[in-house]
Structure formats: C-alpha cells, structure tokens
C-alpha cells in the first residue's frame, strides 16, 4: 500500500470510464485523486479503513475533488467530526453521498433527495469480509451503466448480500441471469 503512489492513472491504456479511490497509502490515494481529475475522469471517493490517516482539510480535499463519496454509517461520523460538514453539506457538493448501514441497508443522498435503500435479503450468514467491497462493485456496475440511484442501490444491497453468504472475501460466482433473477425476487421488480 505504500508503493500506492507509484501507479500512475495515465499509464493505464486502456480509457477509463469512472474511477475510485479507496483504501491505500496515503499519498497514493490523494495522488490518485488529483490525477482522476486532471485526466477528467469522475470517482468516488471511498476512504475505508483509510480515513483516520486524513485531518478535515485533506478530507475536503477528496471532497472536493470527487463526484461521489461512499463511506460506512461509522466512517459517516468520523467524517463529519473531522470535516465539520454534515452529510447533507458533504452531499451538496457531489453528485451523491452513500452510507451504508449493514444490515439495515444503505442511504443514498443525491440531488437534494433522500434514498433508503434495503437490505436484500440473505439466505445463510456465512463472512462479511468484503461485503463492502461487494456494495462498491454494484456501485460501479450502476453508474457504469446510467442505471438511476434506487436501482444501483439495490444492485449494490445483493452483491453485498450474495457475499456474506459466502467464506472468504470475493470468490462467490454468478450470472447476470442468474443475478437479474435474485434482484427480482429480492426486490419485486427487474432492472
């Protein structure tokens, strides 16, 4: 993680269409950030088990340099103490704030609008290890394909939910069909 900063965005050759900065070294991580947006590419900002490492100038910084801020209902506090901005405030300034609650679902803020979103339903608790890794893929899945926010919300909510279901950190397996086809059992309609 420390060797983060030597990853460079424009050495990637293939075009990129989002980004995220998550958890890494310290100057990786804001190096990345400023990189995203020299090269005009949108991101989210997912600080993670990373955020103590940031005072509240640096974390308005990622703020400011981020389309999108994603944090846990823990990282949430920590965020607004470190920051002094509420998550109202911190939402205003991206194009949406996601807080994620575990079991008990996610909120999205976005556009002045409040979106709670479900916990899909889980069969058997298995690991939680990566359920947030899990969120943040349904995350880019969504806003990779213009999906709106109660439907990437919920895409997100099963992913996390077909992870705990799993041991281990990201090695559980699906199609989109089969995938599309929980969503609707879960959710009573398709996307």
């Known amino acids: ?3 983060a900063h030597l990853n460079v ?3 990637v050759e293939e075009p990129l269409q989002v980004g995220i900065v998550s958890p890494d070294g310290k100057v990786g991580m804001q190096q990345h950030a400023e990189q995203f947006v020299e090269a005009g590419i949108e991101f989210i900002f997912d600080p993670g088990q990373g955020l103590p490492m940031f005072d509240g100038a640096e974390l308005n910084a990622f703020i400011d340099q981020a389309s999108w ?14 920051t002094g901005l509420t998550l109202e405030a911190i939402a205003e300034q991206v ?8 079991g008990e679902g996610s909120t999205i803020y976005t556009d002045g609008d409040v979106i709670t979103i479900p916990a899909a339903p889980v069969g058997e608790l ?3 290890t990566g359920c947030g890794d899990a969120y943040r893929a349904g995350l880019l899945y969504g806003l990779m394909n213009d ?7 919920r895409i ?3 992913l996390g939910a077909i992870k705990i279901e799993q041991k281990g ?13 929980r969503y609707e059992d879960s959710f009573g309609h398709s996307f």
Do not use: C
């Open 95 to 102: 194009k949406a704030l996601i807080v994620t609650q575990g």
């Open 69 to 82: 801020v994603t944090v846990n209902d823990y990282e949430a506090q920590l965020m607004q103490e470190r």
């Open 147 to 153: 999906l709106d926010w109660a439907i990437t919300g």
């Open 156 to 158: 997100a909510s099963l």
């Open 126 to 128: 298995q690991d939680p």
């Open 169 to 181: 950190t990201q090695n559980h397996r699906f199609t989109l069909a089969e995938f599309k086809a």
């Open 1 to 3: 993680m420390n060797e």
């Open 9 to 11: 965005i424009a050495a």
